[in-house]
């Protein structure tokens, strides 16, 4: 097992329950005016749902990149989501278990108001780094599928489109499958074998036999991704030139990357300055997974001179400074 998988299966799950309104006495109601009651009163078969389902649970992360490579101890808070299959907040106190490919994460939230956050923390710097410089984070807790309910009935039945999927696990390449050789998975039901989507409904509200559905809870999951960032900077013109004649106004493209090519922590800066021309925007705060800005150069007015174009990218937190020159004659 990967020594950077922080196992945690165990889920103290908040209140899942269905209560639905059966009955057509509506005499406990009857206090107001019929407009009032017809306003006030849901429809028998409204049912009242705190069963967290799949296409309510979602989860964010603060930061997209961390300085991660060079530098321990940094952090991204992980906040999740979650409601019901009417998009009602589930119960406070729902528990939501969390695990990470990388780095370190609080194991457990609990709701209030249909969210809560963990902190994921960057460490293990004296290990193997990702393939992709990517930490992935699993969110996950006891709920249902969701369905699309066409009659209207708060049941499933069978024919009606629903998202069907496998038990968690981390998709480290990003391709939407379980490879069972690099990839774990958390086993929800405990059997030592990982159970892909089944072609059935999972949930308790289900109208039809064990050929349409599965009357049982599942594990619901999202998960999210931090880049590990390196605070080193590397730096190219993407599209432009610098002009070789004087007052003359050009368009450049800056692509701003790690020394591996993916994104600068969020945070970085850039500077830009010219010895004798102007630059437009002179200051750059690259946003979440930005790797491109557009900026205007014109040259000076002196001619017969060298004029240097300097670009400093400054890493966050720690303040690490790349600097990158290029030049143009001026004849």
């Known amino acids: ?97 969390f695990e990470t490919s990388w780095g370190q994460v609080e194991p457990q939230c609990l709701t209030a108001k249909g969210a809560c956050s963990v902190t994921w923390t960057e460490s293990g710097q004296n290990t193997f780094l990702p393939a992709n410089h990517s930490a992935i984070i699993i969110a996950y807790t006891r709920g249902e599928e969701s369905f699309t309910d066409l009659n209207d009935n708060d049941l499933y039945d069978a024919g009606e489109p629903f998202t069907d999927i496998s038990e968690p696990f981390l998709d480290i390449n990003n391709n939407d499958t379980r490879d069972a050789a690099t990839e774990e998975f958390i086993d929800g039901d405990a059997d030592n074998t990982f159970d892909a989507a089944d072609g059935l409904f999972t949930g308790t509200p289900c109208t039809g036999d064990n050929t349409v559905c599965n009357r049982v809870s599942t594990l619901i999951w999202d998960i999210t991704r931090v880049t590990l960032s390196s605070s080193n900077a590397s730096v190219s013109i993407e599209s432009g030139s610098l002009p070789t004649t004087i007052d003359t106004t050009t368009n450049l493209t800056i692509k701003v990357t790690d020394i591996y090519g993916y994104n600068m922590a969020d945070g970085t800066t850039v500077e830009v300055l010219s010895s004798d021309g102007k630059v437009e925007p002179a200051a750059i705060n690259l946003a979440g997974n930005q790797t491109l800005f557009n900026l205007t150069y014109t040259t000076g007015s002196t001619a017969s001179t060298t004029e240097v174009l300097t670009i400093k990218v400054k890493s966050a937190p720690s303040g690490l400074e790349s600097i990158f020159t290029v030049s143009t004659t001026i004849p």
Not at 75 to 93: G, H, L
Request: with cysteine.
């Open 1 to 97: 097992m990967n020594n950077h998988f922080l196992k945690n299966t165990a889920i103290i799950t908040g209140a899942l329950f269905a209560v639905a309104g059966c009955s057509s006495d509506n005499s406990a109601f009857e206090s107001g005016s019929a407009s009032d009651t017809a306003n006030e009163i849901p429809a028998a078969n409204d049912v009242i749902t705190q069963t967290p389902d799949l296409d309510s649970f979602s989860v964010a992360t603060e930061k997209l990149a961390v300085e991660a490579l060079e530098h321990e101890g940094n952090t991204s808070e992980i906040s999740i989501y979650v409601a019901d299959r009417n998009n009602n907040p589930v119960p406070d106190n729902t528990a939501i278990s």
